[in-house]
Structures are given as C-alpha cells and as structure tokens.
C-alpha cells in the first residue's frame, strides 16, 4: 500500500486555508477557551486538544499508509456550509453554532486533501472536540433539571430511611434545622460530562471491541446519577449533625471530588466486567 503523501501545492493551499479559518474562527476560539477556563462543567476541555493531539500522534503511522483520495467538491462544499454556519451563528448571538462549525470546518479540510479513510482514522479526536463543546443553555437545563430531581428525590429517601426526618419539595429538601436546595451545581452534569471524556478516552486506548467501548461510554449515565446521588445524601446527614457549613465551601468540594472518584472507580470496574462477560460469548465479540 501507497503513503499518504503531500505535494507542495497542497502544502501552500492547506497552510493558507487554516490562516483564513484561523482569522474566522479566532473569536470563537478565544470564547471556547474562556468557558472551558471558567465553566466547571467544560473545565475538561482544556485537556482534550492534548488528547486529541497524542491520540493522531500515535496513528500517524496508520495515517501515513493511507492513499490520499480527496473529496474536492464534497470538502469544499462543507467549508462553505461551515462558513455559512459560522455566519449564522455569529449573526444570531448562538455560540454552540459557531463552535460547531468549527467542527465542520476541520472535518471539511480532512475530506479535501485526505478523503474519507482519513476521516474515518480522525473519528475519535473529533469526537472529544465534540464532548468538549458546552450544549445550548436551553438543552442544558433540560438535562440538568431532571438529574436535580432525581439526586434530591433518592437523598430524601435514604436520609429519611436511616431515621433523620427530611421533606422533599422539588429539588429542595427539607431537614429540620436547615433546607438544602440541589442546584445545577449539584445536579451531577459537570460529572457526567467529565465522565464521558474519561469513558471515551479510556475505551478508545484500552478497548478493541466496539460493543465493549458502546457499553462503557453508556455505563457513564447510571454512574453519574448514583454517585451524584450519594453525594447529596452525604451532603444532607453531614449537614444534620455538623450543621449548615457541611453543605458549603470547602467540604462540600471535596465531597464533590471524592465522589468523582469513586465514580471513575466504577467506570474501571464496569471496564473489567465487560472484559470478563466477554470470556463467555462466541470468539468474534471477545
């Protein structure tokens, strides 16, 4: 098999198009940056261009092997697109679609100089690009609400299970010296976000087996809502006995970071009894 090779023409037209989409996208990538800084609950982000980087790093060899076979119009025509997503995005005030086309952009310059086998080599790092882009607000409440309901509602019921009289009322739960409001912060969507980067990457570098990756990376909702769970649990017997400063400052943070822990603790374990269910199905899907 041939090398994937590069002429010095294309060498000047990529470098050209990636100072333009520099230019572009400078801005937006100024924000992400920012957000990924500020925002607790994309503050993985700043680790996944490294990833991503060490992830093409170490295919380079399998990125070599490939015969280019470029998809001129296919990856121009997405530029475009991309072009015009940005413009949109930028004209309606909606940075998720100017990040987006960002995305959309990279994936339109991998199809016009390598194709599609390239771009199917390039699937992982686009993927945590992709985990690594905040959601639209309206999209995040909508996740983030629910999972408060879910970790207030299982607090409540445990707390009142071990003896300490607790009233829940939507995401606030009612203990008698004190009421403990479940806010976005606690809702357990920063963990799951982080623990979807982490389940990604691991099953990428450790797993060979698809249904094995699949499984692991959805594995990552039930562990988030348990663990999220048994922090507000926690949470609200630490605040019945020691009072209203458990549920604040520098205990509540480290609870949160313990419970990450554990979290990703269990993501190993649902690794290692995947590999053992494995043991028992037909050698194909071992």
Not at 200 to 217: N, Q
Not at 225 to 246: D, F, K, L, Q, S
Not at 257 to 269: G, T
């Amino acid at each position: 098999m041939g090398e994937f090779t590069i002429s010095q023409n294309q060498i000047w037209r990529g470098g050209l198009i990636c100072l333009a989409l520099g230019w572009l996208y400078f801005d937006v990538l100024r924000r992400l940056t920012s957000d990924w800084y500020n925002d607790e609950n994309y503050s993985h982000g700043m680790l996944v261009p490294f990833i991503a980087g060490y992830a093409i790093w170490q295919n380079q060899n399998q990125l070599r092997a490939i015969i280019a076979k470029p998809m001129t119009w296919i990856g121009g025509g997405l530029m475009v697109g991309a072009v015009l997503m940005l413009w949109a995005g930028t004209v309606g005030a909606e940075l998720f679609i100017t990040r987006i086309s960002f995305l959309f952009a990279i994936i339109s310059l991998i199809l016009y100089f390598g194709g599609k086998d390239w771009l199917k080599q390039m699937t992982f790092p686009l993927l945590l690009l992709l985990l690594a882009i905040p959601i639209p607000l309206l999209i995040f409440n909508r996740i983030a609400f629910p999972l408060q309901l879910i970790a207030s509602d299982y607090a409540a019921r445990v707390i009142n299970l071990i003896g300490i009289p607790a009233f829940r009322e939507g995401n606030v739960i009612e203990l008698a010296q004190m009421k403990l409001e479940v806010v976005e912060a606690c809702s357990g969507i920063r963990s799951l976000m982080s623990l979807a980067t982490l389940a990604v990457t691991y099953a990428y570098f450790t797993e060979s087996k698809w249904w094995r990756r699949i499984a692991l990376v959805a594995s990552v909702i039930p562990i988030a809502i348990v663990t999220n769970a048994a922090r507000v649990t926690v949470t609200g017997i630490m605040a019945h006995y020691r009072g209203e400063e458990a549920a604040q400052g520098f205990q509540h943070a480290f609870s949160g970071w313990l419970m990450f822990i554990v979290a990703m603790i269990l993501l190993l374990v649902v690794a290692q009894g995947l590999r053992l269910a494995s043991r028992f199905l037909p050698a194909r899907w071992r």
